[in-house]
């Protein structure tokens, strides 16, 4: 089943069903039209802006055991690190200096006070360092009160990512050890969004045995749970973690591709207000992933700050991108990039996603 109208533009109601958008994930409607679709209800909505968040990937430490990435607990091979902080105001001074105002401090699940309040000391010195900058954590499942007390030191956004809105297929891809439970990252996620964070999740794409409905039910899920922002991107395979040995049949790249464009399309036109990242990983598995991103929806680049000393033991999956170049010439190619697909980076804006201004404005949340 499909739901094109015969029109020039899609006219997919902001609820689709899920049988709609499941037919449409398959590649049942034609694609062109309805990443068409996806980038004039942005243009509408947005305008050609493309907002950056500088990204610096503070620690690659986690408590988690994902099936899928590189960086799990048991991944003995991986080089861990945590960034000293006087390295890290560096890297966010260093963007801030090329025009960014909104960072995003990325790191492993570590619940151990150090960690966090280290992060909770940074916080409250950038709003000197980086004076008028946004800042995103994302920092996985942590106690309220820890979240409470990150806002109050300084931070604004949230992303933690459900993963997959599916309980059944959470447990698949996650060891049942009591560590990994989609009911407590479901409240993790619920609590963000009732507590004042700009809030933003988003999902895997391509896993085995996920099927288009499971797609189209995290597109619901995440229209369900109205939030602010969306960082979604295709799985990557990543050596050395178990997934290859416990699933058969991982879509091919360009499958895996072509679902995440529709997702991101779908995204835009079920949620037009919201920011929706071209992610790292959509940029990994095809050369043109930034470009073909932007034109499905996304209005959203993450130039990677982490100094590069650090980067290449970041490893989630294999052949993440931009491991060699510098800030600048990231931002200078970024502009390049963007300017080619008939879209302008906004610089010394922190980029506030239009869904979450309207909200305020409303004043339900706060
Ligand atoms: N491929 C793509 N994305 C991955 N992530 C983790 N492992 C992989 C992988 N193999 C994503 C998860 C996580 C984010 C930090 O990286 O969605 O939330
Ligand atoms: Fe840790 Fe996140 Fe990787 Fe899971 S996906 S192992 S929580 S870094």
Redesign the pocket.
């Given at each position: 089943m499909n739901c094109l109208q015969d029109d020039e533009v899609l006219d997919l109601p902001e609820t689709p069903s899920r049988a709609c958008l499941a037919g449409l994930l398959d590649g049942g409607g034609p694609d062109q039209r309805l990443f068409d679709a996806a980038e004039a209800r942005l243009r509408r909505d947005i305008g050609p802006r493309v907002y950056l968040r500088g990204l610096v990937e503070i620690s690659?430490r986690?408590?988690?055991?994902?099936f899928?990435?590189?960086?799990?607990?048991d991944c003995a091979s991986v080089d861990r690190y945590t960034i000293p902080p006087e390295e890290i105001l560096e890297a966010l001074e260093g963007g801030y200096r090329l025009g960014l105002r909104s960072f995003l401090l990325q790191s492993?699940?570590m619940l151990g006070k150090d960690h966090i309040e280290t992060v909770a000391r940074l916080l409250r010195e950038c709003s000197s360092v980086i004076p008028g900058s946004r800042m995103v954590l994302s920092l996985?499942e942590l106690p309220p009160e820890t979240y409470d007390m990150l806002r109050e030191a300084g931070g604004d956004r949230y992303l933690l990512r459900i993963?997959t809105s599916s309980p059944l297929l959470y447990r698949r891809y996650h060891p049942d050890d009591g560590v990994h439970s989609h009911r407590e990252r479901l409240k993790a996620l619920e609590y963000l969004r009732s507590s004042g964070w700009q809030t933003g999740t988003g999902v895997l794409i391509g896993l085995p045995e996920q099927s288009t409905e499971d797609l189209a039910d995290d597109l619901l899920f995440m229209k369900g749970m109205d939030i602010d922002m969306i960082g979604m991107g295709p799985y990557i395979e990543s050596p050395g973690t178990p997934m290859p040995e416990l699933f058969e049949g991982i879509p091919a790249p360009g499958v895996r591709t072509l679902r995440t464009l529709r997702m991101i399309a779908l995204a835009r036109l079920m949620m037009p207000g919201i920011n929706i990242a071209a992610t790292t990983a959509l940029q990994t598995i095809t050369p043109d992933g930034l470009e073909r991103g932007l034109m499905a929806g996304a209005n959203v680049v993450m130039p990677n700050l982490t100094p590069s000393r650090y980067r290449e033991n970041y490893d989630?999956y294999s052949g993440k991108t931009e491991v060699r170049d510098n800030p600048e010439t990231m931002i200078a190619a970024l502009r390049r990039r963007c300017g080619e697909t008939g879209r302008k980076i906004i610089m010394e804006d922190p980029g506030d996603p239009l869904h979450f201004l309207r909200r305020m404005e409303k004043g339900v949340d706060r």
């Open positions: 690659n986690c408590r988690k055991n994902c899928y990435c590189g960086l799990r607990r492993g699940e996985g993963e989630l």
